[in-house]
């Protein structure tokens, strides 16, 4: 009952975080459209027990297609993914670049509860921001260490492709895990 009035619309609709798939992007912008690239795919599930954690991640552009097909081949074993603020964009930007890309891919067949929404009406009184990251400091206790800051992730990799110098890459990396497992200990 408690899913059913959190993810609006997903009426006698059951979590169960066995079928579910955690999923959060790194990408090269914000806007979105043809010219923004997810060269980061952050994927969490349970498996045998245990929580899993991969990371898919696009070295150079011609990369893409197989780190997509890498992506559906976990993203069809599970009935339900869940995100932040990903109906809105993570969802649309991979439907594009599947478009892109020539596969033909339709993630809207799955049951998707995106948490941002009912984040915003549990809590949006309580605290001054709704941030993934701000819920996980005042709900979860966490605090991140050396995060980088999501407007620099974009400029990061663009360095990677262009001069092949991967020395912030790893706070990229840690960054979506956070992302990911935030994301799982709050739903």
């Known amino acids: 009952e408690s899913f059913s009035v959190l993810a609006r619309g997903s009426d006698g ?6 079928r579910a798939l955690f999923l959060d992007t790194e990408t090269t912008g914000l806007a979105g459209g043809s010219g923004t690239y997810a060269f980061l795919i952050g994927l969490g599930f349970v498996e045998d027990g245990a ?14 297609a197989a780190m997509l097909r890498a ?4 993203a069809s074993r599970f009935e339900l993914l869940v995100s932040y603020n990903g ?16 596969q033909r891919v339709s993630l809207e067949e799955k049951l998707h509860f ?3 929404h009912p984040a915003r009406s ?22 991140r260490e050396q995060d980088v800051p999501g407007h620099l992730i974009p ?9 092949g110098d991967g020395a912030q890459l790893p706070y990229v990396f840690e960054h979506n ?6 994301l799982a200990a709050l739903t």
């Open 13 to 18: 609709a059951e979590i169960d975080l066995e």
């Open 51 to 64: 929580f899993v954690l991969r990371q898919l991640f696009m070295r150079d552009y011609r990369e893409e």
């Open 71 to 74: 992506f559906l081949d976990v």
């Open 87 to 102: 109906k809105s964009f993570d969802v649309p930007l991979l439907e594009t670049r599947f478009v892109l890309t020539r």
């Open 114 to 116: 995106d948490l941002l």
């Open 122 to 143: 549990l809590w949006k009184a309580r605290f001054e921001s709704c941030r993934l990251s701000e819920l996980e400091q005042w709900l979860l206790g966490i605090e």
């Open 155 to 163: 400029d990061i990799y663009f360095r990677f492709v262009r001069t």
């Open 177 to 182: 895990a956070h992302d990911i497992l935030s």
